[in-house]
T-cell receptor
Framework: GAVVSQHPSRVICKSGTSVKIECRSL??????MFWYRQFPKQSLMLMAT?????????EQGVEKDKFLINHASLTLSTLTVTSAHPEDSSFYIC????????????FGSGTRLTVV | AQSVTQPDIHITVSEGASLELRCNYS??????LFWYVQSPGQGLQLLLK??????LVQGIKGFEAEFKRSQSSFNLRKPSVHWSDAAEYFC???????????FGKGTTLSVSS
């Protein structure tokens, strides 16, 4: 079945540094990838949608200069949190959708980001 | 507006008892409906999905869900709950155009012995 690999699973970084999170579709071509943010005991909030080779579309209120999304190939999308601050600490999850609608939406295992 | 409502924030059931988690949606187009389960600190695992056809959908781990268009509902059921079912459950809706899923706020399931 469809598998999405997300790395790292946990990362701790210092304030002011940048962190890159990778999301790879292992056995299908992900034409669209979605990035979500989840606060403790809350639902998933969509941050942005990216299509391969195109600029990401950000949801209202999400700073595109802080959360850089790149979807350079059909199997890889990255989210870079730039100049991270403690309030950026959260659980980030990617989701990928392929051309075959039967795959539905496949989620990565998430990345726990802690900014100290 | 497109939305998903999960009316129950927290449900506790006894092990072996039946379970029903409620989900109502509002969506302008033909909906794709999903149920996911999430254990603490983990990603989302797909339990089942409905695209079209038979409105009673079977999923993994003994779960099933029924799509009722007239009620805009997609309730999740399991006849006999196991302690390992304790987790967070999310209902989600999406469209055929490949737009992002919209999630409900989730229902926390606790299982008592």
């Amino acid at each position: 079945g469809a598998v999405v690999s997300q790395h790292p699973s946990r990362v701790i970084c210092k304030s002011g540094t940048s962190v890159k999170i990778e999301c790879r579709s292992l056995d299908f071509q992900a034409t669209t990838m979605f990035w979500y943010r989840q606060f403790p005991k809350q639902s998933l909030m969509l941050m942005a949608t990216s299509n391969e080779g195109s600029k990401a579309t950000y949801e209202q209120g999400v700073e595109k200069d802080k959360f850089l999304i790149n979807h350079a190939s059909l199997t890889l999308s990255t989210l870079t949190v730039t100049s991270a601050h403690p309030e950026d600490s959260s659980f980030y999850i990617c989701s990928a959708r392929g051309t075959d609608s039967n795959y539905g939406y496949t989620f990565g295992s998430g990345t726990r980001l802690t900014v100290v | 507006a497109q939305s998903v409502t999960q009316p129950d924030i927290h449900i506790t059931v006894s092990e072996g008892a039946s379970l029903e988690l409620r989900c109502n949606y509002s969506y302008g187009a033909t909906p794709y409906l999903f149920w996911y389960v999430q254990s603490p600190g983990q990603g989302l695992q797909l339990l089942l999905k409905y695209f079209s056809g038979d409105t009673l959908v079977q999923g993994i781990k003994g779960f099933e869900a029924e799509f009722k268009r007239s009620q805009s509902s997609f309730n999740l059921r399991k006849p006999s709950v196991h302690w390992s079912d304790a987790a967070e459950y999310f209902c989600a809706v999406g469209g055929q155009a490949g737009t992002a899923l919209i999630f409900g706020k989730g229902t926390t399931l606790s299982v008592s012995s």
